[in-house]
C-alpha cells in the first residue's frame, strides 16, 4: 500500500501537541508512562489506537420528511433542481414503487474511513436502519436544498440498477465547488472516506 506523506512526520510541533493530548488522556484515567511504552512494545496495539481513531461513526439525523409516490421519477428529480443528471437515472433502471405519502426519517452516516457495501449495510441492520432508496435520496435534495451542497458524497445503497456489463451501480449526490450532480455510484472495492450514507427508519 502507498502511503500519503503526512504532515505530521516533518512538523515536530504538531507531534508534541497530539502525543501530550494522548499522555494526558491516559494519566487522566490512572495510567503511567509504562501504559504508554506499551505502544512500542505490545503487539497490536499501535493498530487498535489506530483502529479507534479511524472507526468513529458520525450519525446526522433524524430529518422528517415525507415522501410523495404519486410523482413520478422524472418530477422527483425536476423538483431537486439538480446541476447535471446522469441519463441512466431513469424509471427503467431505478422504477420507484409505492403509493401516496409516507412519513419518513432520514440519517446521514459518515464512517471517517474507506468502507464496504457490506460494512455499512451490517452497521444500517444493528441499529435498526434501512439503506435509503432513490425516493429518499431525492426527498433530500428537494426538501434540503442547501444542505445537500454540503456533502461530497451522499449515497442510496437500498436501489441499484446493472448494467449490461455486469456491473452494480448506486445512486449518490455528488457536490464539487457547490455544483450538485445526480450521479451513478460505483464502487469496486470499498467506498472513499469521503462517502455519506443516506439511511431510513419509517415513523411509527
Given at each position: 500500500?502507498?502511503?500519503?506523506?503526512?504532515?505530521?512526520?516533518?512538523?515536530?510541533?504538531?507531534?508534541?501537541?497530539?502525543?501530550?493530548?494522548?499522555?494526558?488522556?491516559?494519566?487522566?484515567?490512572?495510567?503511567?508512562?509504562?501504559?504508554?511504552?506499551?505502544?512500542?512494545?505490545?503487539?497490536?496495539?499501535?493498530?487498535?489506537?489506530?483502529?479507534?481513531?479511524?472507526?468513529?461513526?458520525?450519525?446526522?439525523?433524524?430529518?422528517?420528511?415525507?415522501?410523495?409516490?404519486?410523482?413520478?421519477?422524472?418530477?422527483?428529480?425536476?423538483?431537486?433542481?439538480?446541476?447535471?443528471?446522469?441519463?441512466?437515472?431513469?424509471?427503467?433502471?431505478?422504477?420507484?414503487?409505492?403509493?401516496?405519502?409516507?412519513?419518513?426519517k432520514l440519517f446521514c452516516?459518515?464512517?471517517?474511513?474507506?468502507c464496504t457495501t457490506e460494512e455499512v449495510l451490517a452497521y444500517l441492520v444493528q441499529?435498526?436502519?434501512?439503506?435509503?432508496?432513490?425516493?429518499h435520496l431525492l426527498a433530500v435534495g428537494e426538501t434540503h436544498g442547501q444542505a445537500k451542497r454540503l456533502l461530497p458524497k451522499l449515497i442510496a445503497l437500498g436501489t441499484s440498477w446493472i448494467d449490461s456489463e455486469g456491473s452494480r451501480f448506486f445512486v449518490g449526490l455528488q457536490t464539487l465547488h457547490e455544483v450538485c450532480n445526480l450521479r451513478l455510484a460505483l464502487n469496486f472495492s470499498a467506498w472513499r472516506k469521503d462517502c455519506y450514507f443516506l439511511a431510513v427508519r419509517e415513523a411509527a
Open positions: 500500500m502507498v502511503r500519503e506523506k503526512s504532515d505530521f512526520l516533518s512538523s515536530f510541533g504538531i507531534v508534541f501537541e497530539i502525543w501530550k493530548k494522548i499522555v494526558n488522556a491516559v494519566q487522566d484515567i490512572g495510567g503511567t508512562d509504562d501504559d504508554l511504552r506499551g505502544i512500542l512494545t505490545e503487539d497490536g496495539l499501535a493498530q487498535k489506537l489506530a483502529d479507534v481513531l479511524m472507526s468513529s461513526l458520525q450519525i446526522t439525523g433524524p430529518f422528517e420528511t415525507k415522501i410523495n409516490y404519486n410523482r413520478s421519477l422524472v418530477e422527483l428529480i425536476e423538483a431537486g433542481k439538480y446541476d447535471g443528471v446522469d441519463p441512466e437515472i431513469n424509471d427503467q433502471n431505478f422504477p420507484v414503487v409505492g403509493n401516496g405519502e409516507h412519513e419518513v452516516v459518515h464512517f471517517k474511513k474507506s441499529h435498526a436502519l434501512q439503506p435509503a432508496k432513490i425516493e
